[in-house]
């Protein structure tokens, strides 16, 4: 990683180069997306308007990440080049001797092949676990310079290009020269579903559950406490060629404990929801999970910062949405229904246990019902990529991009009120087919179905086998014998 000054221009060759360079990609068009294993192949075109003396052509795959830090005195600005394949280009591609001569146009193939991961050499800052490290080492996607908004910041890009350079001997006998020209390209690596996210308290990004008090009005008594709780739901999947993602289903556990058995569960009115993208982008190598603990607070020598941007998602509609009663833990035991092991209702749907200390100690004091309300609600989530584009999340040495689905319930314990509760869960957006595809883009088994069919060979392999001696039958005389023998007695009568 260096520092250097933001770059103002894209224009690599002087005004008026002495050699013209053109590069040209097979199939390219300007909304064209490249994603793993995908082909980067052309030729690059190479003329000059007086004969011109050359060292060498070297032909590059390039990935770049800039991040811009405004300080007070002048901007910090940082790049890191995390992928640099080079193109060999054989002699017999050069002339002889190597001159360019005026009027004639040269043409030097190229071909590049997107790699699944980076090389350990891309990540040399010091990170803390191996499992960021294995973050860091991934492909990210192209950030920035879309046509349509990825909600990504001017502070932070990443840029995918093929470059072709020339190094030439100057026209004034000055010393060597360097020509060269860039053209770029959008990459959408393919990333597969990683495990949830395990949320503690000092996440402060996410809300998974919140609790709240009931009243009908502001004067008068509880009627209850209403838990809303909720888990990461499967990642939403972008199609190869960008335009499609694949909807996900959010679920959202209600769990209403009413103070006295007068209390009833409030309506659930609706549920809106929608999606933050997070960019984060620092000046120097990013040693943690940007989107865990606290990262307002963990500034170091290195400046940070961070961009929100949100996007609506359609209201979810709620008519199927029902309360059921339960028994509490101690009222079970009460009723000698209880054995001993804890029954389905003992668990919320997010797979915790409820609270039924709460309900035994409110029961054993004589304080609430003897039971609870619990209810689910679907959310269903559909990005809207028609309008925005929306990337993978990753997390690279500079610059990061996660999601949070934010879901609002509305509910209502009387007529003409209503109260809000709202959580924000993690969504990670993959890319790739979804449900398991077994070959990639280039039409090879992927590694997942390679393991797996592995798998089955050895399972097989090691499959037990009985042996047993074969049931064979064995006849005293020949085959035939006892029909020939009546052909003899008939034939002497």
């Not at 994603?35 to 990935?63: E, M, W």
Request: net charge neutral; hydrophobic share 35%; glycine share 6%.
């Amino acid at each position: 990683m260096s520092s250097r000054p933001w770059p103002t221009s894209q224009a690599l060759t002087a005004a008026e180069p002495a050699i013209n360079m053109d590069i040209h990609i097979d199939n390219h068009y300007q909304s064209k997306i490249y994603t793993t294993s995908s082909t980067v192949s052309g030729h690059v075109k190479v003329s000059a308007p007086h004969d011109v003396h050359f060292d060498k052509v070297q032909i590059l795959l390039l990935g770049t990440s800039r991040t811009r830090i405004d300080a007070v005195s002048i901007p910090q600005a940082t790049s890191h080049t995390f992928l640099k394949l080079t193109m060999p280009v054989p002699d017999s591609y050069y002339p002889e001797p190597r001159r360019f001569e005026a009027g004639t146009t040269y043409t030097i193939p190229f071909h590049f092949v997107i790699p699944q991961h980076l090389t350990l050499n891309a990540c040399n800052h010091q990170i803390p676990n191996d499992a960021l490290r294995e973050q860091h080492l991934r492909l990210p996607p192209s950030f920035g310079d879309w046509e349509k908004d990825d909600f990504t910041p001017h502070m932070s890009r990443i840029t995918y290009c093929v470059r072709a350079r020339i190094y030439h001997e100057n026209t004034d006998d000055k010393g060597a020269k360097t020509t060269e020209v860039s053209h770029n390209i959008k990459v959408i690596p393919m990333v597969a579903e990683d495990a949830p996210l395990s949320i503690t308290k000092q996440d402060k990004m996410y809300v998974m559950s919140k609790t709240k008090r009931l009243r009908k009005s502001i004067l008068s008594s509880k009627l209850g406490k209403l838990t809303v709780s909720a888990n990461q739901p499967a990642a939403a999947m972008i199609s190869t060629d960008g335009h499609c993602i694949t909807p996900t289903t959010a679920q959202l556990d209600l769990v209403f404990e009413p103070t006295s058995n007068e209390s009833q569960p409030p309506k659930i009115v609706g549920v809106t929801s929608k999606i933050t993208a997070v960019s984060y982008y620092s000046a120097g190598g990013i040693n943690q999970y940007p989107n865990l603990r606290d990262w307002a607070r963990s500034f170091g020598g290195d400046g940070r910062g961070a961009y929100t941007s949100s996007v609506p998602l359609p209201a979810t509609p709620v008519e199927n949405a029902a309360w059921h009663q339960h028994l509490t833990a101690q009222a079970r035991r009460d009723s000698g229904y209880d054995s001993g092991a804890h029954s389905e209702s003992d668990h919320s749907p997010n797979g915790r246990q409820d609270s039924s200390s709460g309900h035994d100690s409110r029961t054993r004091n004589g304080k609430g019902a003897p039971y609870y309300y619990a209810a689910k609600v679907q959310v269903p989530v559909q990005l809207p990529a028609s309008k925005k584009q929306f990337v993978p999340t990753f997390h690279s040495c500079i610059c990061s991009r996660v999601y949070v689905l934010w879901m609002t319930v509305t509910l209502s314990a009387l007529v003409g009120t209503s109260s809000t509760v709202t959580l924000g869960v993690p969504l990670q957006v993959g890319a790739g087919p979804r449900g398991g595809a077994r070959v990639d883009s280039t039409g090879l088994p992927t590694f997942e179905a390679a393991m797996e069919d592995a798998a089955l060979e050895v399972d097989a392999y090691l499959q037990p086998r009985t042996l047993s001696v074969p049931d064979i039958q064995f006849c005293s005389e020949l085959p035939g014998y006892p029909s020939l023998r009546g052909d003899r007695a008939a034939q002497r009568t």
